[in-house]
């Protein structure tokens, strides 16, 4: 498995592609912007898209979704609490070419690799982390759910109680996995574990808060 990160747009928000090394084919994560970016990546490793996983519908995420999928034809995955354009930053997806929903404990392959839909809302009622594991390599793709020290804002569209009953949920996966978040640095979820204050206050860490 090779993961690829590409950070587009002003807001820099991370698209992932994760290629089978093997099959060559591929799953793109989150397509904000840049669509030149995103498809030049493809075309100059000879990779095929063979899916568009969307973790929320923020405009930052999919900015460039429809150009990709023209040129890919792949189809396009997203939770259906996005749908509808609701919440102020929002895009419109309901006219999607090949739009398929998933929701928890539903799996997309790309070659030999399998995305697990974690359902983890609190950003948008529709977010959802996507966990892969390939060999010794455990990944997260946590999309605006959660960040190297932080976690996403809630006054978009979001709500508090869910993001944290989402943050505990990671936190409690077992093992560690390397974490892939929408925007900055990749993480471990280990680290987060311990230093991340939200997932920490999430687990009741500070009581008197």
Known sequence: MNI???????????CYVISDEKTLQCAIID????????????????????????????????????????QTGAPVYIHAAELGGTGRLSGKLDATPNLRTYAEGDTVAAGRLEFHVIETPGHTMGCVTL?????????????DTLFAGSCGRTDVGGDMDMMEASLRRLAALPGDYEVYPGHAESTTLENERHFNYYIRHANGDFPNQ
């Open 31 to 70: 397509p904000g912007d840049e669509s030149n970016t995103i498809l030049d990546y493809i075309e100059s490793n000879r990779l095929t898209p063979v899916a568009i996983l969307i973790t929320h519908g923020h405009f930052d995420h999919i900015g460039a979704l429809e150009e990709v999928q023209a």
């Open 4 to 14: 690829k990160t590409l950070p587009v747009g002003y807001l820099e928000s991370n």
């Open 131 to 143: 966990l892969i594991i390939d060999g010794e390599t455990r990944a997260l793709f946590t999309g």
